[in-house]
């Protein structure tokens, strides 16, 4: 009994000791590039890990000496646990880039330049894309994926309506009277659906309007200019002025796409990457056309993510051949295959629309031509999280348009300046 | 308090020692026991240096851990809050920057107010768990078991679980709650999205699911309290009301204490319900943030630790001083039979 | 006579037990419609037997390896305690050594410290120790409790001495008297501490949400706060996800019903 205590003891000390003694570093594994390589792969999106699986399948199969682990980390977690990892230099070999973190990371040196290794090639993707993860003049991320907005419709209740489904032709003016008749408070059904949500509703409204986020030179905000407001001005009021929209806080309350998958909603302007739901919801029959045009024409904001490759890797070479794969035909066509993204590949974006023929996914891939890319800066991160606060507010009604495109300026216009 | 009454007692046996040692008459006697009498004192103290050894081993593992996972964190947590943090690490000297930055933060006074109504809604919780209990304890039966388990059903479902459930009762447009008062006439808000309801909201789902365990608390406290004190007092014409109020509050108070120290402690530290019922993206959210929310977006979503540090010690010193007034006032209410 | 008198009493616990409990059958509800159903207006009062529901949370959540985790966390965190707090409560109360009064005083401190006081730097010391993401780390801190350990120590002197004195005239050491005498008193502390610990451990969220973000490794509280990051308002899914967390911990309490209570009650007395 005693001996057995006094084990139980000694394990105990141990793991204490172990612990209070924090400094112990992990070690590195072997970097020679002829011995058996493991590199890690971070991802955030659980419907694309299966792609992702096959992907690193097929690049396994080229390189029997590399083999790559998945890690799948949630959305909601993803950047706060990343960043964590690079400070203590431990994030993995490769990893997921979005537009808002690639200047945050290219600029503070946590990234490889894929510019100048061999067989480097970006003329196959969107040079939007290309642009956006390029910093310094050496782009940091190759390309995997874009989305664009479109006009999602329910069928149902335009017919009841009598009326006519949304066309490439519409204007915002059409928009705002179609909104008009499809909202029934009898029925608690709306029109449209415009919530405070940046990429897939104001910013596409405010390049409609001919007006701008973020300058060229990313030193200043353009949230007060006439054009700008004019933007936002027209999402708010389907709110405010026609009512044809739920309000902020019925929108919090329940989630925008949710009131468009369960028929509350006539339209939504929302990302192809919710075709899968829209096409799962029951009852739902949806289809999508091209956003609308407003006074200066037509906008819809791309997006995209690229894979890249942690700059304290002890296996820069096998990551750059993975990365490359990843940007190759084989790898996009995987994708394209899967339905759950629109391959930045170009050329592969056929295959993702025959995915859904119920739906004209080719309005997504269309639009590409009056692509306007996300704005971004040295470190979007954390004026874009100000930014919403503050349209939260906005939203709900607890501060005018004007005073908070005010504080939206000068908050974006402080956190610019830090560069 | 037993921890007080053990060190009071020992910070007065070596004057006791010492004055017994001034007393002694013979410096010969003295000198020729001085040995053996120190070792038989320092053993009557301490026991035997066996003793010692068990001792320091069968507290080792327990004190290590505490020491390397509570008690050195919290150190290095005050160094912390002095210090700025880079994005990707990298920890400098910031002096008093943090406390300055906090102390001007413009939201430190809503979500200090938040937190302190907050806590003050939950001690609702207290009266009216101690009129469930007393109604329990007029039942007898298998009732008893049956409402205790309902009752207790709050308690035990995990509150990320509970908070979804509530988040969907208090859906605005098709949640059961505005439901039920549309029923009776009343045009309910958004409950959780409204920066004029969230608090309070979140305040009822905080009683709803304390109120079996208190009254557990409560139930015992009243089986506690002998029959004859009732039964003296029927005899001297005291009805329900003035019984109730006259025996049972005072003999419950021990109970009361323990209660609302426990309850204003979990108050201050309210998170779940702020990240869970409400979420990231929430119009109510500006107005509704709590201290320990504020901590939680500070280290873990903007990558600021060290204001976040400064927080956390600000919170603790706040909560150390709160419970050292409610020990001192205690005095004045609390009865200990 | 008697039962003329009650019926007020039965009435107003009633009240409260439905107050209590009508969340729990809305959510059971809600949990077998469709998204349309849930959002209909009057709100249907009829399930729409919609058990896709549930298959849709074992596709979005990995819930019988979380559910696993769950359990092997709780396991580990109750033995260990009980184990390290009643060696330290035991000595705490009975063993005289120096600086046992002023030792004891310093774990209580944690006791009165926030956890917000010392959360950065647990995760860092795992982040150094490379036991993020793992069901180690997650364990790890809570294995150690300032709380346990006072409260079996006020059981402990709570206990008579004689016992003690008459196995320590029979020669046994103070290892013997604590295992083989001292614990099987202790046993009503024991399982109060216990079940206090299956209680907090299974419902643990921030420890968890901060050290975990593999959907293989984490526990059901983070999983549950995971799937509502996937699902936002998807209610019917969440709801079905919400009861299949919860429904272990009240089936444990439903079993053990009065160990539980007993177990609160007496932490409520000291």
Known sequence: ?419 | MPVTRTVGAEAASPSSAGSAAGSAVSVAAARAGARSRLARRVVARHGHPREWVWGYLMVAPLALGLAGFYLWPIVQSVYYSFTSWGAFGGQQWAGLANYRAFLSDPQLPKAAWNTVLYSLLLLASIPLSIVFAALLNQVRGRSVGLYRTLYFIPVVSMPAAVAMVWRWLYNGDYGLINYLLSLVGIHGPHWVSDGRFAVYAMALVGIWSVVGYNMIIFAAGLKGIPRHYYEAAQLDGAGRVRQFFSITLPLLSPSIFFVSVVTVISGLQMFDYVLLMLGRSNPALADSKTIAYLFYEYVFLDHEQGMGCAIAVVLTVALLLLTAVQFRVQKRWVHYA | MRSQRLWPVHVLLAVGAAAMVAPFLWQLLTSLQTLGEATHVPPTFLPGWRWSNYAEVFTSMPFLRQFLNTVVITVVRVAAQLLFCSMAAYAFARLRFPGRDVLFLVMLSVLMVPSQAYLLPQYQILMHLGLLNTLTGIVLPGLFSAFGTFMLRQFFLSLPLDVEEAARLDGAGPVRIFWSVMLPLAKPGLISLGVLTVLWSWNDLLWPLVVTSDAGRMPLSVGLATLQGEHVTDYPVLMAGSLLASLPMIVMFLVSQRRITEGIAFTGSK
Not at chain 1, 16 to 32: E, F, I, L, P, R
Not at chain 1, 129 to 150: A, E, R, S
């Open chain 1, 1 to 419: 009994m005693t001996r057995k205590l006094s084990a139980l003891l000694c394990a105990a000390a141990l793991v204490a000791a172990a612990s209070a003694c924090s400094s112990s570093t992990s070690a590195a594994g072997g970097g020679d590039a002829t011995g058996p390589v493991t590199l890690t792969y971070g991802i955030w999106d659980p419907n694309q890990k299966p792609a992702m699986q096959q992907i690193v399948t097929a690049f396994e199969k080229l390189h029997p000496n590399i083999t790559v682990d998945i890690e799948l980390t949630p959305n909601a977690d993803y950047w706060q646990k990343l960043q964590t990892e690079a400070a203590s230099g431990t994030a993995p070999d490769v990893f997921w880039m979005s537009t808002t973190r690639i200047g945050l990371y290219a600029g503070q040196g946590q990234l490889l330049p894929l510019s100048g290794r061999p067989g480097f090639e970006s003329s196959p993707f969107p040079a939007s894309l290309n642009g956006i993860y390029t910093v310094g003049g050496k782009q940091y991320g190759m390309p995997k994926d874009y989305d664009t907005i479109g006009l999602w419709y329910n069928k149902k209740l335009f017919d009841a309506a009598g009326v006519a489904y949304p066309t490439a032709a519409w204007t915002w003016q059409d928009v705002i009277d179609a909104s008009k008749k499809l909202t029934d408070p009898a029925k608690g059904t709306w029109g449209i659906a415009s919530p405070d949500w940046t990429q897939e509703n104001l910013y596409n409204d405010i390049f409609q309007a001919g007006g701008w986020v973020v300058s060229p030179d990313k030193k200043s905000s353009g949230f007060t200019d006439a054009k700008t407001l004019s933007g936002m001005q027209y999402a708010l009021d389907f709110i405010t002025k026609y009512k044809t929209s739920p309000t902020a806080q019925q929108m919090t309350d329940t989630d925008p796409s949710q009131l468009f998958a369960s028929g509350k909603v006539a339209m939504f302007t929302d990302g192809d990457w919710d075709a899968l739901t829209y096409k799962n919801a029951p009852g739902l029959q949806a289809d999508v056309a091209p956003l609308p045009a407003g006074p200066q024409g037509r906008a819809t904001v791309i997006n995209g993510l690229a894979n890249v490759i942690y700059a304290r890797t002890p296996h820069a070479d096998a990551a750059w051949e993975f990365v490359r794969f990843l940007g190759g035909q084989q790898a996009n066509a995987i994708q394209a295959a899967s339905g759950a993204v629109i391959p930045a590949y170009h050329g592969l974006g056929d295959a993702w629309v025959k995915s859904m023929p119920q739906f004209h996914l080719q309005t997504f891939v269309d639009q590409l031509d009056h692509a306007v890319p996300y704005p971004v800066s040295a470190n979007t991160g954390p004026w874009a999280t100000a930014d919403q606060t503050i349209l939260d507010q906005i939203w709900a009604g607890k501060l005018s348009l004007n005073a908070g495109a005010q504080q939206l300026k000068s908050t974006t216009d402080a956190d610019l300046a830090k560069g």
